[in-house]
């Protein structure tokens, strides 16, 4: 696993291979994995991210009955002409609802970085083979780079909303799917790296404050935040702009802020949306939370 | 941590440590009795106790005992497939102390054979496990990879025996814990391995003197 984003471009200088590649090598080699054997295992998980979305069931609730049934709602009014957003950021916000909505309702998903965040990765990526007709190992190579960004997150950061709130988890998805869609568009390895610093930038702060601690609310719907997100900060690096933080020291900064949160921001659902009168409501009707 | 752990790993919902690593407590208690489970008492500590139902940590749990892995889609149904298999389960509570993960459970397992097995996992994060005590002994080991467990008595010489019967079967040892009650009193050493330790060797183990109690884990 590399340590740093600029570790990893440094290596692509050098060996003029590009970013997916430096980072699967780096993988075989720590794990004794052959090239084919790790590009079969990743084509694995696309093939579970595609299901993921294809699979989703309108009518499903979740246990709890909080969440479910959102993401029909966007298709709907899509169909009738009602929606402010284009159509490919519509699909985003669509699929990212999906994916998180069949998350909660106990359906199967890829955990990108983590199930709480599953819906960002795939709502980008899909949306954008749709758009661009990509192949499905283009498709496997930006799985790569995702997971090249978000191995660096998980080494000097967090990826875990117990540990670094949201921003860790959601934050990272968005992050890991800004850079896979800057090598979706034939970006730099820079441009990706940047992408990423802009959207992990742009959520640094959020905080994990599950209602009733469920996987629910605002889970689902910060899904939709981090695949736009993601999106925009891919688009921003396009078009030349930069993060004037390097990127391994914003992915530094999301350490920092992880720290300084209270415990009750991180994912113990005593704080932010879960203490509302509201929220504290929801989790006495359903019995859970202590 | 490899890149398949942060793309990765296709689970169930809803969550990764209180529905992943709790189907995989369930898989590795499964393994560790060695037969199919007959009845299980599932006891239920902080965050698993707290939010358990609603992330489907109940169903999970149940899930792993049947041999359901995290991907299985059948996992919400998993009361259902305990029942058709014979095996009852029961859901308490448990407080396992200020020490504890907030995600964990304690397993009191009957096996077909009337065998007993009583387990502390833990689920540490993005799925990963820790399985912490097995019969009240410490044992701290993560289930990836083949484990032996020896409980003997401190005294000089059981390390030796054991190390020397891997080498001899060309184990190569991963990782090792050793922990002791007290000086000469009762200790454990926890025995992570590259390779499969045959079953001959493990039951050669059981019959040494000193040596109270081998329990192996097994990735087969």
């Known amino acids: 696993m590399f340590h740093s984003l600029e570790e990893i471009l440094a290596e692509c200088g050098r060996t003029h291979l590009p970013f997916w590649k430096t980072v699967q090598l780096d993988d075989c080699r720590e794990e004794a994995l052959d090239e084919a054997a790790s590009f079969a295992r990743m084509t694995e998980i696309w093939d579970a991210m595609k299901a993921s979305d294809r699979d989703y069931d309108p009518a499903l609730h979740s246990a709890s ?44 998903i890829v955990a990108a970085p983590t199930a709480g965040s599953c819906g960002v990765m795939p709502a980008v990526l899909l949306s954008m083979q749709e758009k661009l007709s990509l192949p499905d190992e283009r498709m496997v190579e930006a799985l790569y780079v995702a ?33 896979a869609a800057v090598y979706l568009l034939g970006g730099s390895g820079e441009a990706m790296a940047h992408a990423c610093a802009m959207a992990l930038s742009g959520l640094l702060g959020l905080v994990c404050d599950p209602v009733a601690g469920l996987v629910e609310i605002p889970c689902v719907k910060r899904n939709v935040i981090g695949a736009m997100n993601a999106v925009t900060s891919a ?44 929220g504290q409501a929801i989790r006495r009707k359903i019995g859970t939370g202590d | 941590m490899n890149i398949f752990e942060v793309v990765g790993p296709v689970m169930v919902g809803p ?51 049947l041999g359901l892995d995290v991907a299985d889609p059948r996992i919400p149904e998993s009361f259902a497939l305990a029942e058709k298999a014979g095996m009852t389960f029961h859901f308490g509570a448990v407080d396992l102390g200020e020490g504890a993960h907030p995600n964990s459970a304690k397993l009191v397992l009957t096996a077909a054979d009337g065998k007993k097995l009583e387990v502390v996992g833990e689920s540490v994060g993005g799925g990963r496990i820790n399985i912490r005590e097995i019969d009240g002994l410490e044992a701290n080991f993560s289930g990836d990879l083949p484990t032996l467990i020896v409980h003997n008595l401190d005294q000089p010489g059981h390390v030796a025996e054991v190390t020397s019967m891997l080498q001899h079967k060309s184990v190569n040892i991963a990782t090792m814990q050793l922990y002791r009650s007290g000086r000469g009193g009762h200790a454990v050493m926890v025995i992570e391995c590259d390779q499969e330790v045959p079953e001959e060797s493990v039951h050669w183990l059981e019959h040494l003197e000193g040596v109270e109690k081998v329990t192996y884990y097994s990735l087969l």
């Open chain 1, 65 to 108: 009955g909080l969440v479910g049934t959102d993401a029909d709602k966007i298709r709907v009014r899509r169909e009738n002409g009602g929606l402010l957003c284009g159509e490919f950021t519509s699909h985003v916000m669509e699929r990212a609802l999906k994916v998180a909505e069949s998350n909660a309702c106990m359906k199967r």
């Open chain 1, 147 to 179: 997971a090249g960004i978000g191995g660096v997150i998980a080494e000097r950061a967090s990826l875990s909303g117990a540990e670094g709130g949201c921003q860790a988890e959601i934050g990272s998805a968005s992050g890991m799917a800004a850079g």
């Open chain 1, 235 to 278: 688009d921003m690096a396009m078009a030349g702009i930069r993060s004037k933080i390097p990127p391994d020291e914003v992915i530094d900064a999301l350490r920092t802020v992880g720290h300084a949160m209270s415990a009750d921001l991180r994912e113990t659902g005593h704080g932010g949306l879960a203490m509302t009168p509201a």
């Open chain 2, 15 to 65: 969550s990764s440590s209180h529905t992943a690593g709790a189907v995989r407590i369930g898989n590795v208690c499964r393994k560790l009795v060695g037969e199919p489970v007959v009845d299980a008492d599932i006891l239920l500590h902080g965050s698993f106790l707290a939010t358990g139902r609603g992330h489907g940590t109940d169903r999970a749990l149940v899930a792993g005992l």
